[in-house]
């Protein structure tokens, strides 16, 4: 069993920063896959990153390529997405999950531990 707790959103501004984090319980952290999505008013939950259990391995929505990167710490049993360049776009719930799988996956149903959600908005 993995709690995932979210933290780090709030209101910034477009072309901010923010830097998510997420903490998890359990002794296994790092033999699950993370990842984030992030469902904004009225749409479905969304891929936007993942990550390897080692780290070496990161993928990203195309969406957020280039301005979002994924990272993790082993030794902490954390996560972190940190955004750059935020759109008003961005703006969404982002949710923290774990995977209990060596391979990455960007479908919701590939995870198998949710944090609650933190709120991010991006203001024009």
């Known amino acids: 069993q993995v709690q995932l707790v979210e933290s780090g959103g709030g209101l910034v501004q477009a072309g901010g920063s923010l830097r998510l984090s997420c903490a998890a319980s359990?002794?296994?952290?790092?033999?699950?896959?993370m990842g984030w999505f992030r469902q904004a008013p009225g749409k479905e939950r969304e891929f936007v990153a993942a990550?390897?259990?080692?780290?070496?391995?990161?993928y990203y929505a195309d969406s957020v390529k280039g301005r979002f990167t994924i990272s993790r710490d082993n030794a902490k049993n954390t996560a972190a997405l940190q955004m750059n360049s935020l759109k008003p776009e961005d703006t969404a719930v982002y949710y923290c999950?774990?995977?209990?799988?060596?391979?990455?996956?960007?479908?919701?149903?590939?995870?198998?531990?949710w944090g609650q959600g933190t709120q991010v908005t991006v203001s024009s």
């Open positions: 359990g002794r296994t952290f790092s033999r699950y896959v």
């Open positions: 999950a774990a995977r209990r799988d060596f391979q990455a996956s960007t479908l919701m149903n590939g995870y198998n531990y």
């Open positions: 990550i390897s259990w080692s780290g070496g391995n990161t």
